[in-house]
């Protein structure tokens, strides 16, 4: 199982093999030189009763600061070359992890909480590469300093170093009692970090809600338990590092009192010399860093793994749209659209949310869906880009079915606006180019004059330039719909869809728009979802939806003469406009 969480690393990690390699290489130069540094002051405290001459002296000084230079020298290397390498691969995580969630559908993310998303790309990925860099780091050391201390200490007095090694089995009992246990905990851990994170977004995201139901205290207190939260389930991983690392030093403890009173003896037995007792206990204190760094090792181990564990869920994840073949700029749309007995429930929905809906909209022609809320006037629209794959049956474009389009050449030629458009922080000039980097002025003046924006662009401080802030929260509902489709308009698509896009508006820009489209923007297919009958008054075809059913269908004057729902609808929203404008 371990084997099996480490694999994940290994990708990353060979891309930087030279790298680390080298790292390694100035890491274990520099536990060896450590170790040169017992043995010289042996050297020296055994020559003392000889009375060393002037020059003996400057030797060992000198040997001193050589190795003091070699282990700057190989500090430094190997800060450089396994630091470094550790940023590198979480900076490719990160951008291979941004350009997966690209790749997945609408459907993932009405499953997932933001800011959980927003946890394991940040949070978890800094844990990767604390593993990557600092833990591997530890453990080669440890490794090392280990083997060789140990092995010099037998060197210098077998006897000796077995009794000092006695009470040292306990540290791998405790590291294997325990590993399991901490790692368990420091997913918890992890997974209410995500929880937090994704409470703070949201909040900042609500950020006017809560204004305005004065929720601000409640908010606090919510957060404050969710802090307490997180202080106790990492409280329950300390307390295992509580009897883990004491432990560990504990047994070294032991083992020096052990070395001080053997050791002793033996020298004043004259079994071993002075020296070789300083040295001995040299590499004994220089085993306590690894001995520690074992626990450390294992804290940063768990959480890496746990980490690296939540980031791989989101890389498994696939997405369930896949597009046909060929290149995008290869393909030429016309317009028309056909649905022949189109089915479609949302994922894990039990009802339908479209049922055999048959429909044409030919080549330039205007449809206008209406029907109440839930009817599946949304869930019709959004087909027609592929948000949600396409059900059952078959839904076409110039006869070809929608699944053999490439998806950014189907998405580049149908122009989609809703009734929440998401604006970027950028200028409303970049806004607008989004789907057209390379528009000019003149053209962005166009859609903005098509948009019915032009008028407004003089109460921005900066024109064109100003910048919208988050979400566009800067604007208002009906400029942030404007300039939403400005930016449809920009990209000249073959089919220009309107979820509901005027709803911010009033009944007469929303008119000179629909004019402007259909003077500018000629042969263009439109579909325009609105509860403003209007609106729909204009259409070629309209059709009235019911449970994700077309329940009628026809142009305005067929379906008042019929005097059913369509009929009924528009009667009713007749009236509630002329009382609103009596009561005016």
């Known amino acids: 199982m371990f084997l099996q969480k480490l694999q994940a690393f290994l990708p990353y990690m060979l891309k930087y093999k030279r790298e680390m390699t080298i790292g390694m290489i100035a890491l274990v130069m520099t536990d060896m030189t450590t170790l040169v540094i017992p043995w010289l002051i042996k050297e020296f405290v055994d020559l003392l009763p000889q009375d060393p001459s002037r020059s003996v002296l400057l030797k060992y000084a000198g040997l001193l600061f050589l190795t003091s230079v070699v282990l700057a020298v190989g500090r430094y290397g190997w800060r450089k070359y396994l630091f470094g390498p550790s940023r590198k691969v979480e900076f490719d995580i990160l951008n291979r992890l941004f350009a997966h969630l690209l790749t997945l559908d609408k459907s993932y993310f009405q499953q997932q909480k933001i800011g959980d998303l927003m946890s394991r790309a940040t949070n978890d990925l800094r844990a990767v590469r604390d593993f990557v860099g600092l833990a591997l780091l530890i453990l080669v050391d440890s490794t090392v300093v280990i083997i060789a201390c140990v092995s010099l200490m037998v060197w210098i007095n077998p006897g000796l170093a077995l009794s000092v090694m006695l009470p040292l089995p306990l540290v791998s009992i405790l590291f294997f009692k325990f590993i399991k246990e901490i790692s368990k905990r420091h997913q918890v851990v992890q997974e209410h970090l995500a929880t937090m994170t994704s409470h703070v977004q949201e909040n900042l995201a609500g950020i006017r809600v809560l204004h305005a139901f004065a929720q601000e205290e409640n908010e606090k207190k919510k957060f404050a338990g969710l802090s307490r939260e997180y202080i106790q389930k990492n409280l329950r991983v300390t307390k295992l590092f509580g009897i883990f690392t004491p432990s560990l030093m504990f047994t070294l403890g032991v083992a020096a009192m052990l070395s001080l009173w053997l050791g002793g003896k033996a020298v004043i037995g004259n079994e071993m010399t002075l020296g070789s007792f300083v040295a001995f206990n040299g590499y004994l204190m220089l085993l306590s860093w690894p001995m520690m760094g074992l626990g450390y090792v294992v804290n940063l181990t768990q959480k890496g793994l746990a980490a690296m564990g939540r980031i791989q869920e989101i890389f498994t994840s696939k997405p369930v749209i896949y597009e046909g073949e060929g290149e995008a700029a290869d393909v030429e749309i016309e317009g028309s659209v056909e649905f022949k007995k189109f089915s479609f429930a949302y994922p894990g929905a039990e009802a339908q949310a479209l049922s055999q809906v048959d429909l044409a909209i030919p080549k330039g022609q205007t449809l206008a869906v209406v029907g109440r809320i839930g009817s599946g006037k949304s869930t019709l629209a959004q087909m027609l880009p592929r948000f949600f794959d396409a059900g059952q049956g078959g839904l076409y474009i110039d006869g070809k079915s929608v699944r053999e389009f ?179």
Not at 418 to 446: M, Y
Not at 480 to 502: G, N, S, W
């Open 406 to 584: 490439p998806l950014a050449a189907l998405r580049q030629n149908i122009g989609y606006v809703d009734q929440e458009p998401f604006l970027f922080s950028v200028s409303i000039r970049d806004n607008i180019a989004l789907g057209k980097a390379d528009a000019s002025d003149a053209e962005i003046d166009q859609a903005v004059e098509t948009a019915g924006l032009s008028g407004d662009l003089s109460r921005f401080p900066q024109g064109l330039e100003t910048i919208v802030g988050e979400r566009g929260v800067s604007l208002s509902g009906g400029q942030k719909q404007r300039i939403a489709l400005a930016r449809a308009l920009i990209k000249q698509p073959r089919i220009l869809v309107l979820d509901d896009a005027f709803s911010s508006l009033d009944a007469e820009t929303e008119e000179f728009i629909i004019k402007s489209i259909k003077k500018t923007v000629a042969g263009i297919t439109t579909v325009i979802v609105t509860h403003r009958l209007s609106l729909a008054r204009e259409a070629d075809q309209i059709i009235v939806m019911d449970q994700g059913k077309i329940v009628e269908r026809g142009t305005h004057l067929n379906l008042m003469q019929k005097g059913e729902v369509y009929s009924g609808m528009f009667k009713n929203q007749a009236l509630a406009r002329q009382m609103e404008i009596t009561l005016q």
